[in-house]
């Protein structure tokens, strides 16, 4: 770390703290050369990989494509939108968790489904009838089937 007054690569450590969110660690250091000090914030960088398009595109990962998504998905049902935060996040973490550069789209959408299903079953049909890209009300009543089997399992 480079001192902001006189560019000497030495320095040290004189205070370390953790932010008031948790999300950094604040250092104060002080220059060895001129004696002055200053702060610096150390984060953990957040890498994403990039989405890989069902047509081959490739695009950065968008947290607000998700959220949309989501919101229309569950518009007008009873989901509070600090539920709907926490679904995003976990779908984030989820692609930040992801091994390579490249994430499928379908592996996101999939994620998303998961998350859904387990929020509500309305939004659930909803999102999935876009993302499936339902042709007719048989590929519906097929996704609904196989929705209220899961369902059946899950309470046995």
Known sequence: MKCPFCANGENRV?????????G??????ECVACGKRFTTYEFVEEVLPMV???????????RTKILSGVKKACEKRPIST?????????????????????IPSSVVGEKVM???QE???????????VYRE????????QELKDFLSARK????
């Open 119 to 129: 929020l509500d079953g309305v939004a659930y049909v909803r999102f999935a009838s």
């Open 134 to 141: 339902f042709r007719d009300v048989t590929d519906f009543l």
């Open 14 to 22: 004189i205070d370390s703290r953790i932010s008031k969110d948790g």
């Open 52 to 62: 890989v398009k069902k047509d081959g595109r490739r695009e950065p990962f968008d």
């Open 114 to 116: 998961e998350e859904l």
């Open 24 to 29: 950094a660690i604040r250092r104060r250091r």
């Open 82 to 102: 600090d539920a709907i935060e926490s679904l995003v996040e976990r779908v984030e973490q989820t692609c930040q968790e992801h091994q390579g550069k490249e």
């Open 153 to 156: 399992e899950e309470s046995k």
